[in-house]
Structure formats: C-alpha cells, structure tokens
C-alpha cells in the first residue's frame, strides 16, 4: 500500500504529514541545521517506516530563514567596469516618508565584488569580455574564501552572451563549484533587482545544494521527489539547485495554496494566510479567492527577488526569535533566531538568549509539556519545556534591563511581536487597499494559533479560522501544490485519539495588564463539528495551541475547522 507524503522543514521543526488509504498520521521532529536531511529521515522513518511512498512533495522554509537571517554563504560578484555598487547604491526611493531606515548591507561585501572589462547593448554585445581575466577574477574570489560565485553583467537579460561566456570559463575550470549568471536566475532587464536576486540565489545555493543531495540519498522508498517552488509548482531536485532562489518561499508557498483550498470550501474568498513557525511568520493577503503572484516581492530588507511567487510577505519573527533590549528601554523581537539548536531557553539548552515562547510559557499560554505530534503509534511525542530556565533568562536579558516585573516583560515581548505581525499584515492591506474588518484570519503554523487573537484584534478582524493539525499545516498544503492538486480538503476530518479522551483541565494564563485568569484547557482531539464555547480559554492539539482570550467566542465549524469570533 503506498503512501503520499508531505513534508516541510523549517529552521526550528521538520514537519510531515503522510495519506494511505484515507488515513492521516502526522510526525513533528526538530530539525537539524548542521545536516537537514537527518531529520528529514528521521520524520519519514517514524510516518512510514521502510514502506513505499509514491509521492514526495517537500516544501522548507531553510532559503527563507537563511536569507531573513543573513546566515547564507559568502558570495563573489564578478560584474562590469565602473558597476561594482549597483547592489549597495539599490534605488532612489524611500519607504517610509519620516524616519530612518535600517541600516541596509548588501548579501555580497563590496571587497567580494569585483570588475572585468566587458560591455553590451540591451541589442548585443559591444565588448566581448576576456574569459582569461574572469579566470583570473574568480581564481582570487575563490582564494578569498567565497562559496559560490555569481556573473552579474549590464543587459544580460536581452543581451546574454558575454554572462554566458564567463560563467562557463569558470565552470571549465571549477566544474565542481557554485557557479550563477544572472540572467538565468532572473530575466528581467533592470540590473539592480536582475543582480539582487542573483546574488540570493548564490547566497542560498551552497544550503540547498548540500540538504537536497542529502536528502537524496537518505530518500530510497520513492522514485517521486518534488520540491515546492515560490509560486506554487512543483520541481525536480536539480531543477531547484540550479536556481535555489526560487526555494526562497516554498514553505509559505505550500501553506497558503493549503489555506486557499481550505478558504475555498468554506466559501471565503477574502482572508489573510497567517503562518508563524518557530522562526519566521508569513503573510499572504487573499480578496478574490485566489493568491496573487508578483516578480516584485522583497524579502527582509532591501532584497528584492525578480522571480515569479506568490506574493508572500516574510519576517523573522516567530517562537524561536530572539528578544533584546535597545540602548534606548525598547523591546526588540527578531529577526534573529535561536533555531532548533539550541532553541529557546525553556529547552535547558541555553540561557542567554529569551525568546518569545519563552514570554508565552511564563504566561501559561502553553503548556509545559509541549505535544509537538502524534506517532504512528498514537502516542504523543512531547517536550518538556524547563519554566525556571525560562524566568532566569527573561529576567537577565529583558526585565532587568527595562527594570519590570518577568510577567510584565513578557507581556512586553508579546504585544511587540503581536504587532511586529499585524503590522505587516497592515502593510499589505494599505497596499492592497483592503478592508481588514471583512477578511477572515487563517492562522497556522507552530506559533500561529497562539498569536492570532492578538493579531486579529490589532487589525479590527473579526474571525479566526484554525485549521486541524494547525502546526503542520504546510506540510499538508504541500499536498495540495502543483501536480497533487488532487487530494481534497476532506484529506485533513481524519483523527486518532491521544491516548484516549484527555480530562478537562486548567491552568492560569495571563492575557493582560497582569491580570491572571483561570483558563479551561481543552484538547481539540476531543472537539467534534458543532461543539462551542466562549473565551477564556486554551484549546491544544499536537503541534499547536490556538488562545482564546475573554473577548472571543469559538465553535468548531465545517471540516473540523476552528473558528473563533470576537464579541
């Protein structure tokens, strides 16, 4: 009996979620950055065992996290005479009207940018370039220590020959190295956005040509590995190491075709795809029913990418980001995170750096005993969270620098990350001259349904939708990409019990101001279509916790989805 698997790697956790004979199983395991095909594996393992698979679709999130993180490899330009700045010069405009920006850094070091003498014409070439001097070029580029090596020349786009030339003067005598033309990663005629979105590419290239070799040789119950793109398709592993870039969105790619299908049978056309993992949160704005695509997305700041996505934005802030404190008292979420080594505090792996699931543990927004998934045998696999780690670091590098209670700080960190999110979502909706008060909110992700009340009412939306194994959600949506555009939305209503019905229990959660209220947790396993209730209150299911604050009311509505609407 085969088996269709999808699967996502994130920088914190790899998720998979397998469909055989109707049956749904569902395996959250850390990932693991030095070699991320070992918890590859591992994910599978625990799913299928040494059965077949016929289909593999693998969405990641790791060109995202790399590139929001600026944790890619060191990239040598080589371009033409005089154009060595393009990418710091970028363009004239502001994006804020008041203010200061951040300060911006190029992806490849201006002492890594180099210049040969070469010249053409948006119709042609008007001065060959000497493939000896490239030779030369790249030779010191590689002595330098770069890992990939990007060609990046004036109209390139309509006019490749003298890019091509170069890139396979270097590749005949490096045929073993990295090695990218710009107007093959991208075709658009505009050097700044053709050469930024190059040297992502390159940026991100030495990452995922090492995990996806890994991953095929670990991966032997399949012939069938497909890799989820930015704009929703489905590619062969080579076809995405010859252009990593376009990996740069495959996560939230996956998760937003999965809540387009999900929105799509509960008929509503306009909603928010909201997905905040352990590292990065992703928002993709939907007013008529179906996800819009650009060329014109940037990611983190000052890096656009010219290839064609869905028009996803993406931030580093999620459960795993860290929290400083500025010179001036201002609390700052992301966009660096801790990742799945050594991970938050709460994991008693480190203790200098708080991050905002340790703020949501102290405030009793999860729990200790953290139920990342279910086994094949039914049994949940947890983590035990360590609250006393947690309250000593929060303490040393938030609440006493601000001079505040630990509670208060992490109120603090949550309303900074609560509309670090909004904001960005209100962005797009300025942007899209959208009404927010008439879209629904589609929160998943690890840390999605956590966050979303607060989120939501930042915005002025009304509704929440979270859909069943919320924090694995892009592993399923991957399903549902592309050529596997075959499995429907009903693919979620299976469930298997956890170890039988959990009783009723509570725990105090702090919401507000201070203010600790005794909240009945429940587990959503037990929840069947119909059941309701008002707020406060914590519902937990493996992988996920959706918050319900005093002010919302929640019902479990059509495909077991869970709504929560705000009084």
Excluded at 71 to 81: L, Q
Excluded at 227 to 250: E, F, I
Excluded at 371 to 392: F, I, M, N, W
Excluded at 477 to 501: M, Q, Y
Aim: hydrophobic residues 40%; contains cysteine; aromatic residues 4%.
């Amino acid at each position: 009996m085969s088996t269709i698997v999808g699967i996502d790697i994130g920088g914190t956790f790899t998720d998979l979620v397998s469909l055989s004979d109707g049956k749904l199983k569902t395996v959250k395991v850390a990932s693991t950055p030095l070699d991320f095909s070992v918890g590859f594996s591992e994910a599978l393992g625990l799913a299928v065992g040494e059965g077949s698979t016929s289909d593999i679709v693998h969405a990641t999130t790791v060109a995202t996290n790399a590139l929001i993180q600026r944790k890619g490899a060191r990239v040598g330009m080589i371009t033409t005479e005089g154009f060595r700045d393009i990418l710091a010069l970028r363009r004239r405009d502001r994006r804020g009207a008041y203010g200061l920006e951040t300060a911006f850094a190029p992806l490849v070091p201006r002492l890594h940018r180099c210049e040969v003498v070469e010249r053409s014409s948006p119709d042609g070439t008007l001065v060959p370039v000497d493939v000896e001097e490239v030779v030369a070029t790249a030779a010191d580029l590689w002595g330098a220590g770069v890992d990939a090596i990007l060609v990046a020349f004036l109209h390139s786009a309509t006019s490749p020959e003298n890019e091509r030339t170069a890139r396979d003067g270097i590749r005949s005598r490096w045929p073993d190295r990295l090695v990218f033309a710009s107007h093959e990663v991208a075709d658009v005629p505009s050097e700044f956005e053709r050469f930024s979105t190059g040297s992502a590419s390159a940026y991100v290239a030495p990452l995922i040509e090492t995990y996806l070799a890994g991953i095929q040789e670990k991966v032997t119950q399949t012939d069938s590995l497909q890799v989820v793109v930015s704009d929703g398709g489905l590619v062969d592993p080579q076809t995405a190491k010859d252009n990593p870039v376009r990996t740069a969105l495959s996560g939230p790619a996956a998760g937003v075709w999965g809540a387009h299908a999900v929105c799509e049978a509960l008929d509503t056309p306009a909603f928010v795809a909201c997905d905040m993992g352990g590292t990065s949160f992703d928002a993709c704005l939907v007013s008529d029913g179906n996800p819009a695509l650009t060329r014109e997305r940037e990611l983190a700041f000052g890096i656009p990418l010219a290839v064609e996505m869905l028009d996803i934005a993406t931030i580093g802030a999620g459960g795993g980001s860290i929290v400083t404190v500025s010179a001036a008292g201002v609390v700052e979420v992301g966009p660096e995170g801790v990742g799945a080594d050594p991970g938050p505090a709460c994991y008693g792996r480190q203790v200098h750096r708080a991050t905002v699931t340790d703020a949501d543990l102290l405030l009793g927004r999860i729990s200790p005993t953290l139920r990342l998934s279910s086994s094949v045998q039914g049994d949940p696999l947890v983590r035990e969270l360590h609250v006393d780690t947690a309250y000593k670091t929060m303490n040393e590098r938030v609440a006493a620098p601000l001079g505040v209670s630990v509670e208060e700080a992490a109120e603090l960190v949550l309303s900074t990350v609560d509309e670090k999110m909004a904001g960005q979502i209100r962005q797009m909706a300025l942007h899209n001259r959208a009404d927010l008060s008439t879209f629904a909110l589609f929160a998943y992700g690890g840390a999605g349904p956590l966050h979303a009340a607060g989120i939501a009412t930042s915005l002025g939306m009304p509704r929440i939708i979270v859909p069943p194994n919320a924090g694995l959600f892009s592993a399923w949506g991957g399903l549902l990409t592309g050529t596997s555009k075959t499995h429907s939305v009903a693919d979620i209503l299976p469930r298997t019990s956890v170890n039988g019905h959990a009783d009723l229990q509570s725990r105090s959660v702090v919401f507000s101001e201070g203010v600790s209220v005794e909240c009945a947790v429940i587990d959503r396993l037990d929840l069947d279509e119909g059941a309701s209730g008002v707020g406060s209150c914590v519902i937990e299911e493996p992988g996920a916790t959706t918050v319900v604050p005093p002010d919302f009311d929640w019902r479990v509505g059509r495909e077991n989805m869970l709504i929560l609407e705000r009084r």
